[in-house]
């Protein structure tokens, strides 16, 4: 079956220190990979994409993924966090075959000033 | 504003009642995905179109549930003789044709049901 998970339901971190944010997936294929954030009261906003190519893939706000297939890992990470990167992050598998995005439950991320 | 809009943005209505949320999504995105988000949850999948064609519904969308894309352009949620477990964010997003398209989302509608 086609899964995400992301094991840890908040992530705190200091303002200034590194954050990561856990993401292994399930899925049968070529795996397609996407990141996206939830600020409060908003939309739904693109974060990067992993397709093919490099396994580190820089997106928007600083963030970075990287795609680690032997663990089946895309873990989110950012060298230096700062408190306005607080919201809800998803990983997001694409199903190839079927069109269908695939989100789990998400991990909130809190930046302490 | 070419982002993907909804509305209404927040609809508030007795139980039993029927309500319709619209989505127009970026013109030239030709997939068009619905998404039900519930409080502390992930968004779910439930349907999805590839231009007037709804290629797949989730088991999640009982028969009370019904969405078109006439013309391929905006679409329609439907959710008759509503049931207070329907309350919840409906989520639409656009997309590029091809595979593993970057997904562009509205603000969403909240139903509440009362």
């Known amino acids: 079956a086609q899964s995400v998970a992301q094991p840890e339901d908040q992530v705190n971190v200091a303002e200034g220190n590194p954050l990561t944010v856990k993401c292994t997936y399930s899925v049968s294929g070529n795996p397609y990979l996407f990141w996206y954030v939830q600020y409060p009261n908003r939309g739904l906003q693109f974060l990067l994409k992993?397709?093919?190519?490099?396994?580190l893939v820089k997106g928007s706000y600083g963030f970075e993924a990287e795609f680690n297939k032997s663990q089946t890992s895309f873990h989110l990470k950012k060298p230096s966090a700062l408190v306005s990167d607080s919201a809800l992050y998803f990983c997001v598998p694409f199903i190839s075959g079927t069109y269908k995005y695939i989100f789990g439950t998400g991990t909130r991320l809190k930046v302490l000033a | 504003d070419t982002g993907v809009s909804q509305n209404p943005r927040h609809k508030i209505t007795k139980r039993g009642q029927n309500v319709t949320f619209r989505c127009d999504p970026i013109s030239e995105h030709n997939r068009l995905y619905w998404y039900r988000q519930t409080l502390g949850q992930g968004p779910e999948f439930l349907t999805y179109?590839?231009?007037?064609?709804?290629?797949?519904k989730s088991r999640l969308l009982s028969d009370r549930f019904s969405a078109e894309r006439p013309k391929g352009s905006f679409s329609t949620l439907e959710i008759q003789r509503t049931e207070q477990g329907d309350s919840a964010m409906y989520l639409c997003?656009?997309?590029?044709?091809?595979?593993?398209?970057?997904?562009?989302f509205g603000e969403g509608s909240r139903l509440t049901v009362l």
């Open positions: 997003a656009s997309s590029l044709g091809g595979s593993a398209g970057e997904l562009f």
């Open positions: 992993y397709i093919t190519g490099d396994n």
């Open positions: 179109f590839q231009n007037e064609a709804q290629l797949e």
